[in-house]
């Protein structure tokens, strides 16, 4: 037995598992098999060219993408299995896209305590409290009275992930979350997502940025034609990769 009580042998499951997950539409396969998982507290930052099917991946993570065929686990639980409340589920995961997503009509404060309120049910007081810390946590105290418009991208994109981080995930999702960015705007959201990975949130990270994944990832997976080409620590990946298709990409990137 260990110090906690469980035995020597236990394991806990992984944040995210996916054993044989395929995605079509009509004859086109987008995923051809794959398997992957993120253990509890990792960031593993998920590259490819463009259609290689890595933000399908990430979409299906969390079902906003129907698999066609295979199991996804979120700490141990198939979401694929009907009698899963997704609902609870995804509300362990929180998901930061490309575009930011804001209510344009809403206030910035106002935007971090909908889902609260609606989701969880937290009273204003409580939401508003969260909200606030979590807008000090991406540098954006000064900001919750402003509406979206009013805001650069890289504002609006903080502001995204503040909200995320207001529904108190487990894990969270980014799907290339810089690349709507204008280049001089992208450090400000890499420096948040820094601060989270050293804080021990698990995350996948669809991304370009290469920089960001060999000084934070823990993993890093090269994806092509959906499947998983090649995968491992980012350092190893991106300065000796072992596979012809992993190289013709990075010598094209780096």
Do not use: W
């Not at 593993?44 to 979409?59: A, F, H």
């Not at 309120?117 to 409290?129: F, L, M, P, T």
């Not at 450090?187 to 990975?197: C, F, H, P, S, T």
């Not at 995968?231 to 010598?251: A, C, I, K, Y």
């Amino acid at each position: 037995m260990t110090a906690s009580g469980l035995p020597q042998s236990y394991s806990p499951a992984p944040a995210i598992e996916v054993r044989g997950l395929h995605k079509h539409y009509g004859r086109h396969e987008v995923l051809k098999g794959i398997d992957f998982h993120v253990d509890s507290g990792q960031v593993v930052c998920v590259i490819g060219p463009s259609g290689s099917g890595k933000s399908t991946l990430l979409r299906c993570v969390n079902r906003l993408e129907e698999p066609s065929a295979g199991e996804i686990l979120i700490e141990g639980v198939d979401i694929c299995d009907r009698r899963t409340d997704l609902d609870e589920v995804r509300s362990r995961i929180g998901m930061v896209f490309q575009q930011f997503n804001l209510f344009p009509h809403l206030t910035v404060l106002k935007n971090l305590t909908l889902a609260q309120r609606s989701v969880h049910g937290r009273g204003k007081d409580e939401a508003v409290e969260i909200a606030r810390r979590n807008l000090a946590k991406v540098g954006l105290a000064e900001k919750e009275s402003a509406y979206p418009a009013h805001l650069s991208g890289g504002q609006q994109q903080r502001v995204a992930i503040a909200r995320a981080l207001s529904m108190n995930p487990d894990m969270m999702l980014f799907d290339e979350p810089t690349s709507a960015l204008d280049p001089e705007l992208v450090g400000d959201v890499l420096e948040v997502m820094k601060d989270l990975a050293q804080e021990g949130m698990t995350m996948m990270v669809v991304t370009h940025e290469m920089g960001f994944a060999r000084e934070v990832g823990d993993k890093l997976v090269f994806m092509d034609g959906g499947v998983v080409v090649e995968e491992g620590r980012p350092v190893d990946v991106l300065s000796n990769p072992q596979h012809e298709r992993t190289q013709s990409f990075l010598s094209k990137v780096l």
